[in-house]
């Protein structure tokens, strides 16, 4: 099991991260609208996609990252594009300066979704890297 991780995992890692700067880009690029469809059309698809060419073993590692991507990124992104769009500036306007509206604003409105978006991009990578080793 050991080595199936040490084998696996790194590419598997970088498909991950490759994808994830792909989707943060296309955050700030497309109207969100068309980013939550794309997402929810991508939310399911793609882990179950990773899961089975790794079961098969005959896609490359960076391609099963690249699946997961969407999944792990979706609650994040969800919690981005429903928040109200004066926020920050209400709270510049408040003489709230960067720390505070950190610790008051940013940290507890993401702080739950970054955890899940964490948590289940651990559990498909390993569950990619476990399946795919022969």
Not at 4 to 29: D, Q
Not at 38 to 53: E, V
Not at 70 to 94: C, D, E, K, S
Not at 116 to 124: E, G, K, R, V
């Amino acid at each position: 099991m050991a080595l199936a991780l040490r084998l696996n995992l790194p590419s598997i890692l970088t498909g991950l991260l490759g994808a994830c700067a792909l989707i943060a880009l296309l955050i700030r690029v497309l109207p969100a609208p068309v980013l939550r469809r794309l997402g929810l059309i991508l939310l399911l698809p793609g882990p179950g996609l990773a899961l089975a060419l790794a079961s098969l073993h005959s896609a490359p590692g960076w391609l099963e990252g690249l699946l997961i991507a969407p999944a792990a990124v979706f609650p994040t992104g969800a919690t981005l594009l429903t928040l109200p769009p004066g926020t920050t500036r209400a709270a510049i306007g408040l003489g709230a300066d960067l720390p505070t509206r950190l610790r008051l604003i940013w940290f507890p409105l993401l702080l739950p979704s970054v955890f899940l978006s964490f948590l289940l991009a651990t559990a498909f990578c390993i569950a990619c890297a476990l399946l795919d080793h022969p």
